[in-house]
């Protein structure tokens, strides 16, 4: 089960060695990359965070603030490795991401790892 909540980031470190042998836009692979590396890392920490708060408007606001910070770092990285590198970067940036996202948008409905899936996110014993 852990395989499929991160598969996404398996599928970004296994196109690696296929970018660097068929000579693709290396700069926007690493950009791509780390880029999303980084936004799970953040939504992870965001959610973690949400989960261990008490009141629902802060937990609202962690998961908004994670939704929208990963939008921005998505976007500012396609941007950078566009003018850092080149169209091919900005193209290779783009499309690593898409298919990152997609993968894990796919994977979170199986595996319920979404912050709307319903499921409860603390086992707190009844006191009742």
């Known amino acids: ?5 991160y ?10 060695p296929f970018v660097l042998a068929g000579g ?8 791509g990359a780390g880029a999303w590396l980084l936004t799970r890392a ?22 908004v603030a994670g939704m929208m910070g990963r939008i921005w770092l998505v976007a500012a990285a396609i941007i950078l490795a566009r003018y850092a590198g080149g169209k091919a970067d900005g193209i ?6 898409l298919a ?3 993968v894990y948008l796919v994977m ?12 409860p996110t603390q086992s707190t014993p009844s006191t009742s």
């Open 24 to 31: 693709g836009p290396e700069l926007g692979y690493a950009v």
């Open 42 to 63: 953040g939504v992870a920490f965001t959610h973690d965070r949400a989960r261990r708060m008490g009141d629902a408007r802060v937990k609202a606001g962690l998961h």
């Open 108 to 119: 979170s409905f199986f595996t319920r790892d979404s912050p709307l899936s319903g499921r």
């Open 92 to 97: 290779m940036a783009a499309a690593l991401l």
């Open 7 to 16: 598969l996404d980031v398996c599928l970004v470190l296994a196109t690696a």
């Open 100 to 102: 990152a996202f997609t």
């Open 1 to 5: 089960m852990v395989f499929l909540r």
